[in-house]
C-alpha cells in the first residue's frame, strides 16, 4: 500500500506520524523498550500534543529479533495471531548515553538515541549493518474520515516499517507468487485469492520473505499486510497492516538455507510425510464423467502399461451434483463405494478424496449445520451464504470446538470407508463483511488464518486416524505455519510452456517461504495440453517433491495423448521411484531442518551472484540438479555453478562456472550430480514404498582421493535410518556401514 507520492509528497488523505527521535530507553524483562517521539522534543513544552510510538525488541529465539511498535496500546484485539515456538533464551541488553542495544546470538538491533535522530540498525556478528529502519521510515498512517466533532481524528490506522536495501540486494519469498521471481519492484498484499496462476493473486500468501544478504524478514500479522518491496521506495522494503500495531521478526541465519531453518523453527516445521506419497498420483479430473467402470479402466490402464501408480483420486463428482459437502458417494455412480475402495487396496492403491469446508443448500449436513450454528453467521444472526461456487453454500465455523468435530465426524465415516488421504480444496473465498466467529475472531485477520485452521484440522484428524507419519493433504491454500501439513499443490494452471514456467516461479517462492514439499497440476489444470507440453511436464512433475496427474475438462492419462507419452510418464516415475533412497533423505531434512526439498539455486549456492536470478531450474535436495525444457525444440539453456558436474543419463563430466544450451528429447532433461556425491538408487522401480537398502546402487560422482562422503538410507522401519560413509584411498572408493543389506556400488 503506497502513502507517498514519490519521496517527498504525502497523499493528502493521509496523516503520517513518523518516528523522528528516541526519546527514552530501557530495560523491562529481558527486553529493550524505545519511545519514539514522532516530532523533534527539544524542551518540555514538545513533549505535549505529539504522538508517540512504543517499539519494545525482544528475542523469541537465538539469532531472531522482535520488533513491536505500537500506537494506541488500548486497541481492541480480537485475534487470531500466528502461532510461533519460542525457545528460553536471554538476550544481552545495553542501555548507553547515545545508544541501546540488544543481542541475540549473531544478530544485533542497535538504536540511535541522539537528539534529532531516529535509527535502529540490524547487524550480523561481524559488525555488518544487515539493514536499517530510520528517516521515514516507522510511522502510524491515518486514512482520515470524516466523523462527529471530536479532538481525535477519524479514520482507518496503519502501522508501517520499512527497512534499507543495499546495493546488489535481491528479495524473494511471500508466498508461493507467480510474478518474477526476484520480488524487487513488486507490491504484494497479503490476502488469499483464488486468482489462478497467471495472475498476481496469490493462494497462499505467506507474510515472510528473504533476501541474498542472509536474513530474513517475518511480520507477525494474519491480516492484508501490504508489501511494496523497492517500489514506492525503491531503496527499501515497505510493509504496512492496519490497526495499531505492527509486530516483525528479523530472522538471521547468515545463509539462505539457515535462514529459512530458523523461520521454520520459529513457525512450524514440515511434517515427514508417508514413502508412498512420493509416487504418482492420478486424478479423475474436474468436471469429467466418471463412475466405477471409468475408474478402474484408468488404475487397470496405468498397470497394463506398467506405470507405477501410488495414490488414485476422486476429485469433486464423487458426491452428487449440489450436494458439495455431504462427503456421501453419489450413488448413481458409485453404488458400493466399500467394495470399489477394496478392491482398489487390493491393487496396492492408497486413495484420496476431494473436500472443502463449504456446505451446499442442498447438502443435507446444511439444516444440521445451521441448528447447530456451525456455519458462519452475519452480525444479525443469519448463516451466510453465496451462490458463488455451489449454490447457497455455507462456510464451516472452523473456530467452533463443536463444529470442528462435526466436521471431522462426517470425514472420518469417509476414512473408515477407505480413504487414505485428502484433498483440502479451498479455503481462500471466506468472506470479511458482516461475519461474526465463534470465537470472536477478527474476520479481517481469519481471512487468510482461516486456511491454516481448516488444514490444521484435517491433518491432525489423519494423523489420529492413520498415525503419525501417515498423514498428508493435498492443499491449495495457506499462510504462514501451513507448511507444518503438508502437501500443497500451485493451483489453476493453464496447459502451456508459459503456464510451466509461471508454476516452478510459484514453486521457488514456496520454497522461500518454508514450504519442504509442493507439487503442480502436471501439464496444466484448464484446456488440455498438446502432447508435446504433456510430455515435457511430466518429466517436471515427477522430478518435483509430489507428482500429480490432474485437470479440468479431459483426462490426463497419458495413452490419451500420444503413445510417446506413455514412454516418457513411464520412465520418469520408474525414475522417481528408483531415487527414494536420496529423495527420502531429503525429506527427512525438510522435516527436521526445514530446509525445503526443492531449492532454488541461490539458496544452494548463495555466493554465486549468477544463481541470484535463475527462475527456469532448481537443486532437487542439495546433489542433484533439474532444468526443465520449457521450448517445443528440446532447446534448453541452463547455468551449472562452479565445480564438476555429471550428467545422470551419460555420467559424462562437464565443468561448472558457466551456461550451457542442450536439446533434449523427450525421454531426458538437463538432470545434473553434483561433483563429491554418492547417490543412492533403490533397486525398486515399481513403488516408492520398499526397502531403500536391500540390493541399493551407490553411484560414485567425483569423489577425489582423501575425500569421503556420508549419507543416511532409511531403513524398512519407519523413523530409523543407517548411516554409510564413502572414502576415496588412492582411487578406490571404501565404504563403512552398519547395514546389512546387500549392496553395489558404480
Same mark, same amino acid.
Given at each position: 500500500m503506497k502513502f507517498t507520492n514519490g519521496y517527498w509528497?504525502?497523499?493528502?488523505?493521509?496523516?503520517?506520524?513518523?518516528?523522528?527521535?528516541?526519546?527514552?530507553?530501557?530495560?523491562?524483562?529481558?527486553?529493550?523498550?524505545?519511545?519514539?517521539?514522532?516530532?523533534?522534543?527539544?524542551?518540555?513544552?514538545?513533549?505535549?500534543?505529539?504522538?508517540?510510538?512504543?517499539?519494545?525488541?525482544?528475542?523469541?529465539?537465538?539469532?531472531?529479533i522482535r520488533v513491536q511498535i505500537t500506537h494506541f496500546a488500548g486497541a481492541a484485539d480480537h485475534g487470531p495471531h500466528f502461532e510461533t515456538y519460542g525457545e528460553t533464551f536471554e538476550p544481552k541488553i545495553s542501555v548507553e548515553k547515545e545508544s541501546a542495544s540488544i543481542c541475540s546470538g549473531d544478530l544485533q538491533a542497535r538504536a540511535c538515541i541522539r537528539e534529532g535522530k531516529w535509527q535502529i540498525d540490524f547487524l550480523n556478528g561481524q559488525g555488518e549493518i544487515l539493514t536499517s529502519?530510520?528517516?521515514h521510515g516507522m510511522c502510524r498512517a491515518l486514512k482520515e474520515e470524516e466523523g462527529p466533532c471530536s479532538i481525535q481524528p477519524h479514520g482507518t490506522s496503519?502501522?508501517?516499517?520499512?527497512?534499507?536495501?543495499?546495493?546488489g540486494e535481491k528479495v524473494y519469498g511471500l508466498g508461493e507468487r507467480f510474478t518474477a521471481y526476484v520480488k524487487n519492484g513488486q507490491r504484494a498484499d497479503m490476502w488469499n485469492a483464488d486468482g489462478g496462476t497467471a495472475s498476481e493473486l496469490a493462494y497462499k500468501n505467506v507474510p515472510f520473505y528473504m533476501t541474498n544478504r542472509g536474513y530474513g524478514v517475518f511480520v507477525e500479522d494474519p491480516s492484508e499486510v501490504s508489501f511494496e518491496v523497492a517500489s514506492e521506495k525503491v531503496e527499501r522494503v515497505q510493509f504496512s497492516v492496519p490497526g495499531e500495531t505492527l509486530v516483525y521478526d528479523i530472522i538471521y541465519g547468515g545463509t539462505p538455507k539457515k535462514?529459512?531453518?530458523?523461520?521454520?523453527?520459529?513457525?512450524?516445521?514440515?511434517?515427514?510425510?508417508?514413502r508412498w506419497s512420493f509416487g504418482l498420483w492420478l486424478s479423475t479430473s474436474f468436471t469429467t464423467s466418471y463412475d466405477e467402470a471409468t475408474v478402474t479402466s484408468f488404475i487397470d490402464g496405468m498397470a497394463e502399461r506398467d506405470i507405477p501408480l501410488s495414490v488414485f483420486h476422486f476429485d469433486c463428482y464423487w458426491m452428487k451434483a449440489f450436494n458439495w459437502c455431504d462427503f456421501t458417494w453419489d450413488p448413481d455412480v458409485f453404488p458400493d463405494p466399500e467394495g470399489m475402495l477394496k478392491r482398489y487396496h487390493e491393487k496396492g492403491l492408497k486413495l484420496c478424496c476431494w473436500i472443502n469446508p463449504y456446505i451446499a443448500q442442498a447438502s443435507p449436513l446444511f439444516e444440521e449445520g445451521k441448528a447447530n450454528r456451525y456455519l458462519l453467521q452475519t452480525k444479525d444472526g443469519s448463516v451466510w451464504q453465496t451462490d458463488q461456487w455451489v449454490a447457497g453454500m455455507g462456510i464451516l465455523d472452523v473456530t467452533n470446538p463443536a463444529a470442528r468435530d462435526w466436521y471431522c465426524g462426517k470425514l472420518k465415516i469417509l476414512l473408515d470407508q477407505g480413504i487414505?488421504?485428502?484433498?483440502?480444496?479451498?479455503?481462500?473465498?471466506?468472506?470479511?463483511?458482516?461475519?461474526?466467529?465463534?470465537?470472536?475472531?477478527?474476520?479481517?485477520?481469519?481471512?487468510?488464518?482461516?486456511?491454516?485452521?481448516?488444514?490444521?484440522? !484435517?491433518?491432525?484428524?489423519?494423523?489420529?486416524?492413520?498415525?503419525?507419519?501417515?498423514?498428508? #493433504?493435498?492443499?491449495?491454500? /495457506?499462510? =504462514?505455519g501451513g507448511q507444518q501439513f503438508p502437501v500443497h499443490w500451485g493451483g489453476d494452471n493453464s496447459a502451456s510452456y508459459v503456464s510451466m514456467e509461471e508454476t516452478l516461479r510459484a514453486g521457488l517462492s514456496m520454497s522461500h517461504s518454508g514450504f519442504g514439499y509442493w507439487s503442480h497440476d502436471i501439464s496444466g489444470f484448464e484446456q488440455t495440453a498438446p502432447a508435446d507440453v504433456y510430455k515435457r511436464w511430466a518429466a517436471f512433475g515427477l522430478l518435483s517433491s509430489h507428482s500429480r496427474l490432474h485437470g479440468s475438462?479431459?483426462?490426463?492419462?497419458?495413452?490419451?495423448?500420444?503413445?510417446?507419452?506413455?514412454? !516418457?510418464?513411464?520412465?520418469?516415475?520408474k525414475l522417481k521411484c528408483r531415487l527414494m533412497p536420496y #529423495?527420502?533423505?531429503?525429506? /527427512?531434512? =525438510?522435516?527436521?531442518?526445514?530446509?525445503?526439498?526443492?531449492?532454488?539455486?541461490?539458496?544452494?549456492?548463495?555466493?554465486?551472484?549468477?544463481?541470484?536470478?535463475?527462475?527456469r531450474q532448481y537443486m532437487l535436495g542439495d546433489r542433484l540438479l533439474v532444468a526443465p525444457v520449457f521450448r517445443k525444440n528440446g532447446q534448453v539453456n541452463f547455468y551449472l555453478p562452479e565445480g564438476d558436474w555429471y550428467n545422470f543419463f551419460t555420467g559424462e563430466c562437464v565443468k561448472g562456472g558457466s551456461w550451457r544450451t542442450e536439446t533434449h528429447g523427450f525421454m531426458s532433461l538437463p538432470l545434473y550430480v553434483r561433483g563429491g556425491t554418492v547417490l543412492p538408487l533403490g533397486a525398486c522401480d515399481c513403488r516408492t514404498d520398499y526397502d531403500y537398502q536391500q540390493d541399493a546402487e551407490f553411484r560414485v560422482y567425483g569423489l577425489k582421493n582423501g575425500d569421503s562422503y556420508t549419507l543416511s538410507i532409511p531403513a524398512a522401519e519407519e523413523g530409523r535410518f543407517v548411516q554409510y560413509t564413502f572414502v576415496n584411498r588412492d582411487g578406490k572408493t571404501q565404504v563403512t556401514t552398519e547395514a546389512k543389506q546387500p549392496f553395489h556400488m558404480i
Amino acid at each position: 500500500m503506497k502513502f507517498t507520492n514519490g519521496y517527498w509528497m504525502t497523499k493528502p488523505e493521509f496523516r503520517m506520524d513518523f518516528a523522528v527521535q528516541c526519546v527514552r530507553a530501557e530495560e523491562e524483562h529481558g527486553k529493550l523498550k524505545l519511545i519514539a517521539a514522532c516530532k523533534p522534543v527539544r524542551g518540555r513544552g514538545d513533549v505535549l500534543n505529539i504522538a508517540t510510538l512504543q517499539v519494545t525488541l525482544s528475542a523469541p529465539r537465538k539469532n531472531i529479533i522482535r520488533v513491536q511498535i505500537t500506537h494506541f496500546a488500548g486497541a481492541a484485539d480480537h485475534g487470531p495471531h500466528f502461532e510461533t515456538y519460542g525457545e528460553t533464551f536471554e538476550p544481552k541488553i545495553s542501555v548507553e548515553k547515545e545508544s541501546a542495544s540488544i543481542c541475540s546470538g549473531d544478530l544485533q538491533a542497535r538504536a540511535c538515541i541522539r537528539e534529532g535522530k531516529w535509527q535502529i540498525d540490524f547487524l550480523n556478528g561481524q559488525g555488518e549493518i544487515l539493514t536499517s529502519t530510520g528517516y521515514h521510515g516507522m510511522c502510524r498512517a491515518l486514512k482520515e474520515e470524516e466523523g462527529p466533532c471530536s479532538i481525535q481524528p477519524h479514520g482507518t490506522s496503519y502501522m508501517i516499517d520499512s527497512l534499507d536495501l543495499a546495493v546488489g540486494e535481491k528479495v524473494y519469498g511471500l508466498g508461493e507468487r507467480f510474478t518474477a521471481y526476484v520480488k524487487n519492484g513488486q507490491r504484494a498484499d497479503m490476502w488469499n485469492a483464488d486468482g489462478g496462476t497467471a495472475s498476481e493473486l496469490a493462494y497462499k500468501n505467506v507474510p515472510f520473505y528473504m533476501t541474498n544478504r542472509g536474513y530474513g524478514v517475518f511480520v507477525e500479522d494474519p491480516s492484508e499486510v501490504s508489501f511494496e518491496v523497492a517500489s514506492e521506495k525503491v531503496e527499501r522494503v515497505q510493509f504496512s497492516v492496519p490497526g495499531e500495531t505492527l509486530v516483525y521478526d528479523i530472522i538471521y541465519g547468515g545463509t539462505p538455507k539457515k535462514t529459512v531453518s530458523l523461520y521454520t523453527a520459529l513457525t512450524g516445521r514440515p511434517a515427514l510425510l508417508p514413502r508412498w506419497s512420493f509416487g504418482l498420483w492420478l486424478s479423475t479430473s474436474f468436471t469429467t464423467s466418471y463412475d466405477e467402470a471409468t475408474v478402474t479402466s484408468f488404475i487397470d490402464g496405468m498397470a497394463e502399461r506398467d506405470i507405477p501408480l501410488s495414490v488414485f483420486h476422486f476429485d469433486c463428482y464423487w458426491m452428487k451434483a449440489f450436494n458439495w459437502c455431504d462427503f456421501t458417494w453419489d450413488p448413481d455412480v458409485f453404488p458400493d463405494p466399500e467394495g470399489m475402495l477394496k478392491r482398489y487396496h487390493e491393487k496396492g492403491l492408497k486413495l484420496c478424496c476431494w473436500i472443502n469446508p463449504y456446505i451446499a443448500q442442498a447438502s443435507p449436513l446444511f439444516e444440521e449445520g445451521k441448528a447447530n450454528r456451525y456455519l458462519l453467521q452475519t452480525k444479525d444472526g443469519s448463516v451466510w451464504q453465496t451462490d458463488q461456487w455451489v449454490a447457497g453454500m455455507g462456510i464451516l465455523d472452523v473456530t467452533n470446538p463443536a463444529a470442528r468435530d462435526w466436521y471431522c465426524g462426517k470425514l472420518k465415516i469417509l476414512l473408515d470407508q477407505g480413504i487414505d488421504c485428502l484433498k483440502t480444496d479451498f479455503g481462500e473465498r471466506i468472506p470479511v463483511r458482516d461475519i461474526v466467529y465463534y470465537d470472536g475472531s477478527d474476520p479481517m485477520k481469519m481471512h487468510n488464518y482461516y486456511t491454516f485452521l481448516y488444514n490444521r484440522m !484435517v491433518f491432525e484428524l489423519l494423523e489420529r486416524e492413520k498415525g503419525t507419519g501417515n498423514a498428508i #493433504l493435498f492443499a491449495r491454500s /495457506a499462510t =504462514a505455519g501451513g507448511q507444518q501439513f503438508p502437501v500443497h499443490w500451485g493451483g489453476d494452471n493453464s496447459a502451456s510452456y508459459v503456464s510451466m514456467e509461471e508454476t516452478l516461479r510459484a514453486g521457488l517462492s514456496m520454497s522461500h517461504s518454508g514450504f519442504g514439499y509442493w507439487s503442480h497440476d502436471i501439464s496444466g489444470f484448464e484446456q488440455t495440453a498438446p502432447a508435446d507440453v504433456y510430455k515435457r511436464w511430466a518429466a517436471f512433475g515427477l522430478l518435483s517433491s509430489h507428482s500429480r496427474l490432474h485437470g479440468s475438462t479431459s483426462y490426463r492419462v497419458p495413452w490419451l495423448f500420444d503413445d510417446e507419452s506413455v514412454e !516418457v510418464v513411464r520412465f520418469f516415475t520408474k525414475l522417481k521411484c528408483r531415487l527414494m533412497p536420496y #529423495l527420502y533423505q531429503m525429506a /527427512a531434512e =525438510a522435516h527436521e531442518n526445514g530446509i525445503p526439498m526443492m531449492r532454488p539455486m541461490m539458496m544452494e549456492f548463495p555466493g554465486d551472484p549468477a544463481c541470484e536470478y535463475l527462475d527456469r531450474q532448481y537443486m532437487l535436495g542439495d546433489r542433484l540438479l533439474v532444468a526443465p525444457v520449457f521450448r517445443k525444440n528440446g532447446q534448453v539453456n541452463f547455468y551449472l555453478p562452479e565445480g564438476d558436474w555429471y550428467n545422470f543419463f551419460t555420467g559424462e563430466c562437464v565443468k561448472g562456472g558457466s551456461w550451457r544450451t542442450e536439446t533434449h528429447g523427450f525421454m531426458s532433461l538437463p538432470l545434473y550430480v553434483r561433483g563429491g556425491t554418492v547417490l543412492p538408487l533403490g533397486a525398486c522401480d515399481c513403488r516408492t514404498d520398499y526397502d531403500y537398502q536391500q540390493d541399493a546402487e551407490f553411484r560414485v560422482y567425483g569423489l577425489k582421493n582423501g575425500d569421503s562422503y556420508t549419507l543416511s538410507i532409511p531403513a524398512a522401519e519407519e523413523g530409523r535410518f543407517v548411516q554409510y560413509t564413502f572414502v576415496n584411498r588412492d582411487g578406490k572408493t571404501q565404504v563403512t556401514t552398519e547395514a546389512k543389506q546387500p549392496f553395489h556400488m558404480i
